[in-house]
């Protein structure tokens, strides 16, 4: 699960949270595209904390939530193969 913030200082609060609370957490640049500055990338904690915890820690320092989609559990099953004509139909009568 990752966090970004815009200010150094949110971020390092939340990992220093994290870590005292016993859980893994790392910081790093994030770089978003059509971002020329160094200096206004992001930063992001990323973490293995409850979701309901980061969430909570996330938006009390101003920060947003960016949960990556997980895989779907479905198995997956090849489409039906369509009924396609054999050749063109036609509009006037021959």
Known sequence: MRGIFFELDDAQAVVDQL???GWEANLRRERLAGEDDDEDHP???LTDAPAVQFELLVDKHDGWLDVEDAPSEAPLVA???LDLPTEPKRIKRP
């Open 43 to 45: 930063w992001a904690v």
């Open 79 to 81: 489409p039906v193969p």
């Open 19 to 21: 870590r005292r609370g």
